[in-house]
């Protein structure tokens, strides 16, 4: 039997932030490891360009996210690592699955639907003002980096588990029309991986700029960390852990046994100022080994596109041969 193919893609806007490590960079490395699946990582710059009108911006985001995932220690020898712009086949494939996708279908698409019902709100005339063609059709694109590669599973957060189901049913639609050449893909949702408070308590999330840099300088990283909101209670006052953004966040990084003195100590009264000093020391230890790997890499920018290279080289291996397959199935044919 052949191996499970396992894709995932990285959108290419803004610096990765501790939130993005638990929730989705640290258990794909870990899954890149692992012998028993083919494993697919990109770096997915056109779809970075539907929000982006900040070139230098996002070249920096693509050398900072690749830079992360080697950092982190992505295993490139089994993995493929590329970026989906090094794959040409990738917009081609693109634009024959718009010929089987249904408007409709991207009509109820929630990013859409949200961009629209902004402008609703706002009282704006047209519905559909600034909405670029871009994000409308972005499920189409990440459609076509799915199916390019057969995956069977997508390890993707909540939010793009609609996404993987419009890759889904576009998918049968092709097979419908043309015949069964391509997989019909799963979304893998880590409902146990941990999503982290930013600063303010909500979410970590670059919208609302409450992150905390995977890779600050460890002196940044201490000031970020002495910023997060707390309660007023003060040391030796018992405290809670649920909903506490200093102990979500010491939980994502330590052990079981870590946090259940942990919560001991909460129980006993302990000091937020000497709990964040703690906090920042601990995760600061878990990554000054990567992060002086990822400065060496920041410094190294050829070393990384060389890289990324050879993982398109790899990837299109499999591409260029399966969209062969796709244009004498559709009747993009030579004629003689
Ligand atoms: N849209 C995804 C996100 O914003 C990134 C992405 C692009 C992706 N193409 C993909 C994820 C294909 C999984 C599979 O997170």
Not at 47 to 75: C, F, I, M, R
Not at 183 to 208: C, F, H, Q
Request: charged share 25%.
């Amino acid at each position: 039997m052949s191996k499970q193919v396992v894709l995932t893609g990285i959108t290419t806007t803004g610096t990765p932030h501790l939130g993005n490590y638990v929730g989705a960079i640290r258990p794909a490395v870990e899954a890149s490891r692992r012998s028993d699946v083919d494993g697919y990582y990109f770096m997915a710059d056109y779809h970075a360009l539907v929000k982006n009108t900040d070139p230098d911006g996002l070249q920096q985001s693509s050398l900072e996210q690749a830079a992360t995932w080697l950092a982190l220690g992505l295993d490139t020898k089994t993995a493929v690592f590329y970026r989906q712009s090094d794959i040409p086949e990738i917009p081609e494939f693109t634009w024959i699955l718009n010929s089987v996708t249904a408007k409709g279908l991207m009509n109820r698409a929630h990013a859409y639907k949200a961009a629209v019902a902004a402008n609703e709100l706002a009282g704006s005339r047209d519905p559909d003002q600034g909405i670029t063609m871009a994000l409308f059709c972005y499920p189409v694109l990440m459609a076509a980096d799915i199916l390019m590669f057969r995956a069977n599973k997508v390890p993707v957060g909540k939010d793009q588990q609609q996404h993987v189901e419009m890759a889904r049913d576009i998918a049968q639609r092709f097979n419908h029309h043309f015949g069964e050449i391509l997989v019909v893909p799963e979304a893998v949702i880590g409902e146990n991986t941990a999503v982290l408070s930013g600063l303010d308590g909500r979410k970590m999330s670059k919208s609302y700029n409450n992150t905390i840099p995977l890779f600050a300088p460890a002196k940044r990283l201490r000031k970020l960390i002495m910023k997060i909101k707390t309660n007023s209670l003060e040391p030796g006052e018992p405290k809670e852990t649920e909903g506490c953004t200093l102990f979500e966040i010491y939980q994502a990084f330590a052990t079981e046994p870590e946090v259940e003195a942990m919560r001991r100590r909460y129980a006993g009264g302990i000091g937020w100022g000497e709990l964040k000093q703690e906090l920042f020391e601990y995760i600061d230890a878990h990554l000054c080994e990567a992060r002086e790997e990822y400065n060496r890499l920041i410094a190294a920018p050829d070393h990384i596109e060389s890289v990324l290279l050879s993982g398109a080289e790899r990837a299109r291996e499999v591409a260029t041969p399966l969209l062969a397959e796709i244009r004498q199935a559709v009747g993009i044919r030579r004629l003689g």
